[in-house]
Structures are given as C-alpha cells and as structure tokens.
C-alpha cells in the first residue's frame, strides 16, 4: 500500500526556534499534499493544502507567514513553523494523494505525524 | 459549514462486547469515510462509504451510510483489545471532492 513517511516523529525546541517537518510519499508520486494539526484527543484540522510546484492553499485562521509550506517535488512537501512558541505545540500530520483537486476522491494517505512541543 | 458530530466521545467496554458509534450530520454527504487512528500515529482509512442505504464489512466492522447520505454507523462485534483507538469519520470539505472534513472522533478502549 501507499506509504507516507513524516520526519522527525518528535521535536522539542524552545520558543523561537523554527521547526522544519518534511512529508514524503514513498511509493507514489503526491501532487497534492495536506497539512493538518491536531490537539489531545481532538480531531485532525485542516491547515493547509499544496500541490507541486504551486503556492498551498491556506484554511481560514491559519496564518500562511507563520506555517510556511514548500512542495517542490512530487514526493515531498515541508512545514515550517517559523518563531515557534508554546501555544504552537501540537500534533502535525500530513497526508499524499495523487489528486490534483477537482479530479475526484483518490484516497489520503496520512504520515505517523510529528509531536511538536515548544519549551 | 459541514459539521460532522460522532457519538459517543469516549467507550470503555470489555473484550467480547458490541459496540455501536456514530457519525451524523445534518448536511448530505456524497460520501463518508471511517479512519482509527492509534497514539503517537497517523490515521488509518478502515473503509470508504459512497451509497445511500450501503453497508460494508471489514471482518468484525460493519459500516452503514445513511440512506439520505447525512449520517454513518460503525458496529463492531466482540470487540478485542487491539480495536483500542480513536475512530474518526471525515468526508469531503464544503465543495471540494478532495479535502476532507473530520469529526471529533469516538476514543474507544477495550479492556482485556
């Protein structure tokens, strides 16, 4: 089956250091690749949608300079929570499909997800 | 906005028992999918539902969507420990086809 990796799978950092999160999707190429976050025992929430080679797409609420998403190759797209402070620690997951919006629902393939915590 | 309610939040139960949780919305949805997801991990896709009426099954799982489209159920049978995890169901964000939407989820824990 399909296989998403996320790297790392833990971070602890101080506050206002930047951390990078890389999604890559092993054994198929992902032209679209998303972004959620998900707080304790809560539900994931979408933050964010990116296709290769083009700008990601931001949900409402979520600030585009303070998560900032690349998705320069069809195997691989980064978030970067950039000046990372304590209320910015969460449960990061990412996911692969090889939809390009628009052409129907190709399953997600999710990551094992990134514990963030910030000190 | 599609919101999607999932009851109960939290079941305890004991190994062997049935369980029954649930996925309602007052919106329709062209389809509905159930993920379990376990901690420190990603969610895993159980099964996709895309019929009015449509009921599949996954070993011990039996999964029905709605025959409007705006609800879905997810009957386990003697439940066993490794059934432990949270049970999400999503479908399709507003009108895109390929963003998803979740609910809370249901934290079931199955006790030897």
């Known amino acids: 089956g399909a296989v998403v990796s996320q790297h790392p799978s833990r971070v602890i950092c101080k506050s206002g250091t930047s951390v990078k999160i890389e999604c890559r999707s092993l054994d198929f190429q992902a032209t679209t690749m998303f972004w959620y976050r998900q707080f304790p025992k809560q539900s994931l929430m979408l933050m964010a949608t990116s296709n290769e080679g083009s700008k990601a797409t931001y949900e409402q609420g979520v600030e585009k300079d303070k998560f900032l998403i690349n998705h320069a190759s069809l195997t691989l797209s980064t978030l970067t929570v950039t000046s990372a402070h304590p209320e910015d620690s969460s449960f990061y997951i990412c996911?692969?499909?090889?939809?390009?919006?628009?052409?129907?629902?190709?399953?997600?393939?999710f990551g094992d997800g990134t514990r963030l915590s910030i000190l | 906005t599609q919101l999607l309610e999932q009851s109960p939040q939290f079941l305890s139960i004991q190994e062997g028992e049935n369980l029954t949780v649930y996925c309602n919305s007052s919106?329709?949805?062209?389809?509905l999918q159930w993920y379990r997801q376990e901690p420190g991990e990603g969610p895993v896709l159980l099964v996709t539902v895309v019929t009015g009426g449509e009921v599949k099954k996954l070993k011990r799982l039996t999964f029905q969507f709605g025959d409007a489209r705006k609800d879905s159920s997810l009957h386990i049978t003697a439940a066993q420990p490794g059934d432990t995890g949270l049970y999400l169901c999503a479908g399709p964000k507003g009108s895109s086809n390929y963003k998803l939407t979740f609910g809370k989820g249901t934290l079931l824990t199955v006790n030897p």
């Open positions: 919106s329709v949805f062209s389809s």
């Open positions: 996911s692969a499909s090889t939809t390009r919006g628009g052409l129907g629902n190709q399953p997600q393939h």
